[in-house]
């Protein structure tokens, strides 16, 4: 079962927890669904070298993986302080096709670095929803927001495209924050409404990048 949010905490339902910062869906299978959660420090406030150091303390250090450029979230520095970056790659785990992404925060005046690692077979990531879970898991929105008609398009994309979602997402909702609107359900359904999906999942020319 995918993992969810409600109210404000994560649940994971029949999966296992390793620790406080770890949590798996099937300990025998080596491609199992897993989710991650580390601060690093130490690394110069580095972003690169803490996802790296991350994905090797998580079991990815074999793994090769096509990346994403890391994406540093706008609006981050400029209205909530810090600094916010968004990777995500497809690789081959335990046998199969896998995507990986990747949420790393790093706050005002601090040089450690949290890094969020959410890892699924392809078949399994487009099942939850694909990005709409990774925003859904960090508090952002709920799936139910999103236009129901846009849900498969969203879930299938590539992971270039699922990137620029998260970060287009995030971005309006932070600036309803600023502007001091504590947004319903409803308001939050009618705002991702007025997304231009057909514009922001065209075609996907993003590069990406073997590691």
């Given at each position: 079962?995918?993992?969810?949010?409600?109210?404000?905490?994560?649940?994971?339902?029949?999966?296992?927890?390793?620790?406080?910062?770890?949590?798996?869906?099937?300990?025998?299978?080596?491609?199992?669904?897993?989710?991650?959660f580390d601060v690093l420090s130490g690394l110069g406030g580095k972003p690169e070298q803490a996802l790296s150091r991350s994905l090797e303390m998580n079991g990815y250090g074999n793994t090769?993986?096509?990346?994403?450029?890391?994406?540093?979230?706008?609006?981050?520095?400029?209205?909530?302080?810090?600094?916010?970056?968004?990777?995500?790659?497809?690789?081959?785990?335990?046998?199969?096709?896998?995507?990986?992404?990747?949420?790393?925060?790093?706050?005002?005046?601090?040089?450690?670095?949290?890094?969020?690692?959410?890892?699924?077979?392809?078949?399994?990531?487009?099942?939850?929803?694909?990005?709409?879970?990774?925003?859904?898991?960090?508090?952002?929105?709920?799936?139910?927001?999103?236009?129901?008609g846009e849900h498969a398009r969203i879930a299938s994309a590539g992971v270039a495209k699922q990137v620029e979602f998260y970060e287009q997402a995030y971005t309006l909702r932070i600036q309803?924050?600023?502007?001091?609107?504590?947004?319903?359900?409803?308001?939050?359904?009618?705002?991702?409404?007025?997304?231009?999906?057909?514009?922001?999942?065209?075609?996907?020319?993003?590069?990406?990048?073997?590691?």
């Amino acid at each position: 079962m995918r993992p969810y949010q409600e109210g404000d905490r994560n649940h994971y339902p029949d999966w296992v927890r390793l620790d406080e910062g770890h949590v798996i869906a099937n300990t025998d299978d080596p491609a199992s669904p897993k989710i991650s959660f580390d601060v690093l420090s130490g690394l110069g406030g580095k972003p690169e070298q803490a996802l790296s150091r991350s994905l090797e303390m998580n079991g990815y250090g074999n793994t090769r993986t096509s990346w994403t450029p890391l994406e540093q979230v706008e609006i981050v520095p400029q209205r909530v302080g810090g600094d916010m970056y968004l990777r995500a790659g497809t690789a081959r785990i335990g046998g199969r096709e896998s995507t990986v992404f990747a949420v790393l925060n790093q706050f005002s005046g601090q040089t450690d670095i949290q890094i969020w690692l959410y890892s699924a077979p392809d078949d399994v990531y487009r099942d939850w929803g694909g990005v709409m879970s990774m925003l859904e898991l960090n508090g952002i929105l709920n799936q139910a927001a999103i236009p129901q008609g846009e849900h498969a398009r969203i879930a299938s994309a590539g992971v270039a495209k699922q990137v620029e979602f998260y970060e287009q997402a995030y971005t309006l909702r932070i600036q309803s924050i600023i502007n001091g609107i504590m947004m319903t359900q409803a308001q939050t359904t009618l705002m991702m409404g007025e997304l231009n999906y057909d514009l922001l999942f065209g075609e996907d020319f993003t590069g990406m990048i073997a590691d």
